[in-house]
Nanobody
């Protein structure tokens, strides 16, 4: 199983960015897919998770209304569209696959991507 996150970069505050997570060796129908981030000196933070079975999606309060998770099952790729980015959104962003309850309550997933750096300048 491999998850590869990409699409990060340097962006000015107020702008948007879309991250991608390409999955191989697993099927989206068998896993809930999520995004996390970790800023320097801070703990890893849950951002959002989406389920295949029910179509439900949950967002952390910090990104609700600004970030949108989506997936293309045909391409086995998940996306995170980030709008109205602020300097406090600067972090390494990770995609993961696991169980929604464990992801949300414990911040744990079965599989993790390698992370992609997002830097937002003021």
């Amino acid at each position: 199983v491999q998850l590869q996150a990409f699409g990060g970069g340097l962006v000015q505050a107020g702008n948007s960015l879309r991250l991608s997570c390409a999955a191989s060796g697993l099927s989206f129908s068998n896993y809930d897919m999520a995004w996390f981030r970790q800023a320097p000196g801070k703990e890893r933070e849950f951002l959002t998770v989406t389920t295949w079975s029910s179509g439900k999606t949950y967002y952390a309060d910090s990104v609700n209304g600004r970030f949108t998770i989506s997936r293309d099952s045909a391409k086995n790729t998940m996306y995170l569209h980030m709008a109205s980015l602020q300097p406090e959104d600067t972090a390494v962003y990770y995609c993961s696959a696991g169980n929604m309850a464990t992801i949300v309550t414990k911040g744990q997933s079965d599989y993790w991507g390698q992370g992609t750096q997002v830097t937002v300048s003021s």
